[in-house]
């Protein structure tokens, strides 16, 4: 009886496996967040600076980087 269980939940974990795997396959066709949202700019040196292009910060005129 023992052993027919530990054969039924080996079976049941490899097919909960192999479902696991099935579905990331689908979940790299969706793009990611970060592809999706737009890109914004900050100055290193002000946090406060954003903007949605690359330029100069008002304040002290280093160039903006994009903020991650």
Do not use: W
């Not at 097919?15 to 979940?27: A, D, E, R």
């Not at 949202?37 to 002290?60: I, L, N």
């Amino acid at each position: 009886m023992k052993r027919h269980l530990l054969i039924i939940s080996f079976v049941l974990l490899g097919v909960l496996s192999l479902n696991s795997c099935g579905s990331s396959s689908s979940k790299e066709k969706q793009p990611a967040p970060a592809e999706t949202a737009k890109v914004q700019y900050t100055c290193p040196m002000h946090a406060e600076v954003v903007s949605d292009k690359p330029g100069d910060c008002p304040k002290c005129g280093m160039a903006l980087v994009e903020k991650k």
